[in-house]
C-alpha cells in the first residue's frame, strides 16, 4: 500500500503536537484544536492526502450543572477518510467525543473532541495534555505557601502583607496591619 508509506511519513511529522494554548486560570500550556489541525494538515497536503469527515449525533440531551445551570451535552463520533489523490487508496480513522455548552455550541465541541481523538488514535499522536493522566505533567498546582509570601494588604497604609503578620494583627487589632501601622496603634490591649 502506497499510502502506508505516506501515512508513516505524516505520522512521523505529527508525532509531537505544539503546546500553543495556555490557560491562564490553572496555568498550563496545552495543544489547540486548530494548532493540531493545522500540523496535521500540513503534514497530510505535504504527502497527496486528502480527508473527509463524516460525523453523526450520538446523543443529545439537556443537563443541569451543579451550579443549577441547564446545558445540553451531545456525544459525537466522527469517521475521517483519508485518501491517497495519487493511487485511490484510503484508510479510516475513527473517534468519538462530547461536549458540553450551555449556548449553541454542545455539538461542535463534541464534533471537535472526537475528530482530536481520531487524529490522536489514528496518527498515534502523543499528547502531553493526556486526559487520562495523572502524572500532571502539564498541570502544576499552584505552589504552597510558606509563609513568606504577600497574603494580605495593610488596612492602614495598604501595603501587602504576609500571612503572619495578616493573622496576628487580625489577632490583635481586629484588621490586618502591616508592622508600623501596628506600632502606630499603639500596644494591643
Ligand atoms: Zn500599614
Given at each position: 500500500m502506497a499510502i502506508g508509506k505516506k501515512l508513516v511519513a505524516v505520522m512521523a511529522a505529527c508525532r509531537y503536537m505544539p503546546q500553543?494554548?495556555?490557560?491562564?486560570?490553572?496555568?498550563y500550556k496545552y495543544t489547540t484544536a486548530a494548532g493540531m489541525f493545522a500540523k496535521i494538515n500540513e503534514a497530510m497536503t505535504a504527502e497527496g492526502l486528502f480527508t473527509q469527515v463524516e460525523s453523526t449525533l450520538l446523543e443529545l440531551r439537556d443537563v443541569t450543572t451543579s451550579k443549577g445551570n441547564a446545558e445540553k451535552h451531545a456525544v459525537v463520533s466522527v469517521k475521517v477518510t483519508i485518501t491517497?489523490?495519487?493511487?485511490g487508496e484510503s484508510v479510516t480513522f475513527t473517534g468519538l467525543g462530547s461536549g458540553q455548552d450551555a449556548g449553541d455550541k454542545s455539538i461542535m465541541k463534541a464534533q471537535t473532541a472526537a475528530l482530536k481523538y481520531a487524529y490522536i488514535g489514528g496518527l498515534c499522536i502523543a499528547m502531553s495534555?493526556?486526559?487520562?493522566?495523572?502524572?500532571?505533567n502539564t498541570y502544576q498546582p499552584p505552589p504552597k505557601l510558606?509563609?513568606?509570601?504577600?497574603v494580605d494588604k495593610c488596612a492602614g497604609c495598604g501595603k501587602g502583607i504576609n500571612q503572619k503578620v495578616s493573622e496576628y494583627s487580625a489577632k490583635k487589632y481586629g484588621k490586618p496591619l502591616c508592622m508600623d501601622c501596628q506600632k502606630k496603634q499603639g500596644a494591643p490591649f
Open positions: 500553543d494554548g495556555y490557560n491562564s486560570f490553572q496555568k491517497d489523490s495519487e493511487t495534555d493526556d486526559p487520562e493522566s495523572d502524572s500532571g510558606n509563609g513568606n509570601e504577600l
